[in-house]
């Protein structure tokens, strides 16, 4: 009879091996959830491993992860009958790198995870012994997958002395690692979505495309960069109050430029137990703003930061090179468009003037040199070198005017045209 459970417990494993869910910045591999039954017998009622991770992308087909920062492996276990748990472990390491690392779960309340608990690397460890069911979780840092992927097992512990694994040291399970995910959206209005896998937060890294904002269905790419590259990101300059932002993205499509604004929100890393400031740095993640990358210089974009979330939400017309830095004490000034002149002959360079980071209610205003108004902006803000009728002007010198939150504060300014 126990050999007959054990091969019914081995074929539901096996099973549930089957199920590799990926869903965006963190991995998800079925709730690792055991019963155990009356006389200390095993009785798999079922098996199930959820391996997720923060800002970790998974996808529905190859079990990669594509979240560099850190992941999170949640365990659940339920026992049934005399024994108890012992102990719950998760073994981890870089691909045949040699020993594990061990670490035993913690935040053992049910339904929790991390939701109002946030575990960091190295915390005291709870022992859940005597207690015959079990959730909590255990943070794998990114330096043990990135660029070579996860091996990694679990263990329970009753208090029996029976051991039960998910994978073992010999024959561990596994996760590859690509820089970069890659989706496909609707024309209709849909959003591409990388789950950091904690389903506790509600909160994802995403790209929101509003009905209209897309002709046809279209390609995106998103790369979570390491935000310590200089290779890739450069050092912060203009509003941005820190050299290394909190996190950055690269973004893009099929198409990189749109008429109507999608929207980008971002998440930063803010799981260990300093409230208020994202990890491993002291950066205070109420200042955390969105800036973009327009090749020479980070500009401004502005956006709301969500604490609870760990998220800076904001609103774009181009897909870049997107980072979230500090920023403070902004004048009306920082939203002035950095381009001196613009060529809007529609070949996708330096064809628009951005006043970026300029929302709310905000107005622009655009007069010629005779001072006449041509054009009045209220909804985006950007200049496309189009007069009220849509028309583009001619060439010569333009000159803006600009005002955040309808105040009497008016900022002005001279742009050239040269189609």
Excluded at 128 to 149: D, F, H, K, L, M
Excluded at 170 to 177: K, V
Aim: proline share 6%; with cysteine.
């Amino acid at each position: 009879m126990l050999e007959l459970l054990r091969e019914k417990f081995m074929q539901t494993v096996n099973s549930c091996e089957t199920k590799l869910f990926i869903l965006s910045l963190i991995f998800i591999v079925c709730p690792m959830s055991f019963a155990i039954g009356a006389n200390n017998q095993p009785v798999v009622l079922y098996v199930t491993v959820d391996v997720g991770g923060r800002a970790i992308i998974t996808s529905n087909a190859d079990g990669t992860v594509y979240y560099r920062d850190y992941m999170t492996i949640p365990v659940t276990v339920d026992v049934e009958g005399g024994a108890t748990i012992q102990e719950v472990q998760v073994f981890y390491r870089t691909p045949n790198s040699g020993s594990f690392t061990q670490s035993t779960t913690k935040s053992p309340q049910k339904n929790i995870f991390r939701s109002s608990i946030k575990p960091a690397p190295g915390d005291p460890v709870f022992n859940p012994a005597g207690s015959r069911y079990y959730e909590g979780s255990v943070i794998v840092p990114g330096s043990a997958y990135v660029g070579q992927g996860l091996e990694y097992y679990f263990e329970v512990v009753l208090s029996n002395g029976e051991s039960f694994f998910y994978g073992t040291a010999s024959a561990p399970r596994a996760a590859s690692y690509n820089p970069t995910y890659v989706t496909i959206v609707n024309a209709s209005g849909d959003e591409a979505v990388l789950p950091d896998g904690d389903a506790s937060d509600g909160s994802n890294t995403s790209v929101f495309f509003p009905a209209g904002s897309l002709a046809q269905p279209m390609q995106v790419s998103i790369e979570h960069v390491d935000q310590n590259d200089r290779g890739r990101v450069s050092p912060g300059s203009g509003a941005a109050l820190s050299q290394v932002p909190a996190s950055a993205f690269e973004i893009n499509g099929t198409v990189n430029r749109f008429s109507t604004p999608i929207t980008l929100s971002l998440l930063y890393p803010d799981i260990d137990n300093v409230p208020g400031q994202v990890d491993g740095t002291n950066i205070d993640e109420t200042l955390l703003r969105m800036f973009w990358w327009d090749g020479f210089a980070w500009r401004f974009l502005g956006g709301t930061v969500d604490t609870q979330n760990n998220m800076v939400t904001a609103r774009t017309t181009h897909f870049t090179l997107f980072a979230l830095f500090p920023a403070a004490n902004l004048s009306p000034r920082t939203f002035m468009p950095m381009e001196k002149i613009i060529s809007p002959n529609g070949d996708g360079m330096n064809d628009i003037a951005y006043f970026s980071g300029l929302s709310g209610a905000f107005e622009i205003k655009i007069f010629d040199m005779t001072g006449r108004r041509i054009r009045t902006i209220t909804d985006l803000a950007q200049w496309d070198g189009r007069d009220e009728n849509g028309y583009l002007v001619e060439n010569g010198s333009y000159v803006y005017q600009y005002r955040a939150d309808l105040s009497n504060d008016w900022v002005s300014g001279v742009i050239g045209v040269a189609k």
